[in-house]
């Protein structure tokens, strides 16, 4: 970390620290519908609905999200970072509170579409927000543990949950949904600390300012240092380059050149490669084959639940914390591997245990998914906003988060509704369609996922569009540690 006379630096990853909360939002809203389906309280509190309407209710936060992640880069862009998160805070706990108060099941639908809403806006801009903001040696780390932060607010969700499990009324389910102003409220606190990111600065022709923030913030107050000389040309020579900024940043943009249609390739696969990995349907038979092993009790299996919420905390933090030592590309070809490996280790015991019987594969299906689940967090958690934040150039960074965003919105909704009926149909030999798509993302990693270890987020761009550049140590480390005033800092 930095040294403890950098009053700028730590004022700006306390705000940092406070802005991955935008994640754990994300994460209890996920989460928490799951978590209220298991109270009696919430199961009375909708028993008056149809098979279809219980599923729109299940499915709100994503169809709320679906809705405004396209908008949100524009309000991102136009208005800036920080009043892109306050908006989605803010509808967050707006949504809380009605959940709350009001005791019917439509106007619990209505609030979830609006939580989604909340959270794809804060969730388009967050993470634009720490990217562009995060001095250079720290922000690899920093932007990986966003989404890593997402498992604490699904343990969050779950642990409250199961704290109301006792409680005979209807606050059982009132008190987690009114729990879900915790982490927007972090935002709001966070917005007080962080200060606006100095690429949306620069874009604004506001480079006074940017310069300001990156000598307070990065400099330690020495305007001539050269992590701040270095960042601020990088920033304004990148910027100034994209001839028109107004059209430099149209949706169309993604089509006019090769390297920018490679960007919009992995921001769609992205999304799907979050959700079609067999995720999804594991955490759907995860309660089943707990079941076939004897482990019947509501409590019992919420214990194994939150267990596996705090496993895939623990690999999701290590990948994100080891993605700048070893490369991104051998994290996704790694973690894809191993996830294929687990994944068919598991279709052979789920089989042997469905068509023989034979308890002790029932058994080990539940390491073995497990072991699938730590796999997907060490890379696909940690990778799944840094990576597109990293590739995308600024006047295009919000708009291409947002499509991995709606991309990732689709599939998580594909997988809410078929996943189920699929899966009642053909059991375990359903795990045979995440196969093939595992060994498909395998090819997709290796041919067009580029590494971007050691670099700028400028420097990221000259991969793509192919300049031909000085060899610099293509490394923000290499800067700071051959600054011959400025102050060193430790990781």
Known sequence: MAPTTDRGLRKLNTGIALMLSASATSGYNASQINSLLVLPEF???????NSSAKGLIIAAVSLGSFLTFIPASYIADRLGRRTCVSIGAMLVILAAIIQTAIAHPWAFFGARVVTGMGVGVSQTAAPLLITESAHPRQRRTLTGLYNAVWFIGSITAAGIAFSTLSLQNSWSWRVPCLMQIIYPTLQLVALCVIPESPRWLVSKGRKGEALAMLTRYHGNGDRQAKVVQEQFYQICSSIDAEAGLEAASQWSSFLKTKGDAHRLAICILLGFMQEWTGNGVISYYLAPILSSVGINDAAHQAAVNISLQVWNLIFAVGGASTSDRYGRRVLWLSATTLMLIFLSTCTVMSGLFTELHILEAGIAVVPMLFLFCGSYDFAYMPLFIAYPAEILPFQLR????????????????????????????????YFSLYLGCLVFFIGVVYFLFPETQGRSLEEVAQIFDRKEVES????????????????????
């Open 43 to 49: 199961a009375l509190f909708i028993s008056g609905l």
């Open 472 to 491: 610099v140590e293509s490394s923000d480390e290499k800067v700071v540690q051959t600054m011959p005033t400025a102050p060193k800092y430790e990781c």
């Open 398 to 429: 919000a708009k291409g988060l947002a499509i991995t965003l709606t991309t990732d919105s689709l599939a998580c909704f594909f997988n809410q509704y078929v996943n189920p009926v699929a899966f009642s149909v053909l059991h375990w030999r």
